[in-house]
């Protein structure tokens, strides 16, 4: 099955940075790649995500990165603002609907 | 349109008894997938239904289980819970259907309590 590692676990950055999330997956059969970010007491909310035939998507302040080779994808945040503090998660698709997460990404803004 | 919907959001139960917990994914949505949220385990995959059949399944035991109806909503089912059940249960949409259609859309979660 596939494996998704995600770096850091924890990220505190000055309000007005940028903030970059690093993912691995071990799986090449793996063809999409979303990012969620997670506030306190809601659920994981879809905020980018790319395909396999893509390397760079953006939206706004944030943008998603692919290296297919290397197998590795990471999460870009500019202009960071207190707003963007929550956990974010990476994922990789195998099989139809069937996500493997990474572990998580607590991101502190501080104004 | 209307988000993913679960019901209830809090669920305390006793340890051995059974729960059933509910989603009601995006209108138009055939693919609906459960996810078991745990501090130490993070976000793991449950089981993935599509047009009323199971499609996909992760490691769990055999205790939880699911189904979907015609129009798409969706049940979990845990029996003989324990202690270790606790978690947030997340339910995801998505179109499902074509090779595009992989978008997930979470619901708000079932925090579900076992004592």
């Known amino acids: 099955g596939e494996n998704v590692e995600q770096h850091p676990s924890t990220l505190s950055v000055q309000e007005g940075d940028s903030a970059v999330i690093k993912c691995t997956y071990s799986?090449?059969?793996?063809?999409?790649f979303p990012w969620y970010k997670q506030e306190l007491g809601k659920g994981p909310q879809l905020i980018i995500d790319i395909r396999s035939n893509v390397g760079e998507k953006k939206d706004q302040r944030i943008a998603v990165t692919l290296n297919k080779t290397a197998k590795h994808f990471s999460l870009h945040i500019t202009e960071t603002q207190p707003e963007d503090s929550a956990v974010y998660f990476c994922a990789a698709r195998y099989n139809f609907n069937k996500f493997y997460f990474g572990s998580g990404t607590k991101l502190n803004v501080k104004p | 349109k209307a988000g993913v919907t679960q019901t209830p959001r809090y669920l305390i139960k006793t340890r051995g008894q059974q729960v059933t917990l509910s989603c009601s994914p995006i209108?138009?949505?055939?693919?609906v997938s459960w996810y078991q949220q745990t501090p130490g385990q993070g976000l793991q995959f449950l089981f993935e239904?599509?047009?009323?059949?199971?499609?996909n399944k992760g490691n769990f035991p055999g205790r939880f289980s699911g189904r979907q109806f015609s129009n798409s909503r969706s049940e979990m089912n845990v029996s003989t819970l324990e202690l270790g059940d606790s978690a947030l249960y997340l339910c995801a949409s998505s179109l499902g259907g074509g090779t595009g259609d992989h978008e997930q859309y979470f619901g708000p979660g079932t925090r579900l309590t076992v004592t």
């Open positions: 239904y599509f047009s009323e059949t199971q499609r």
């Open positions: 209108s138009g949505h055939r693919s």
């Open positions: 799986d090449s059969a793996s063809n999409y």
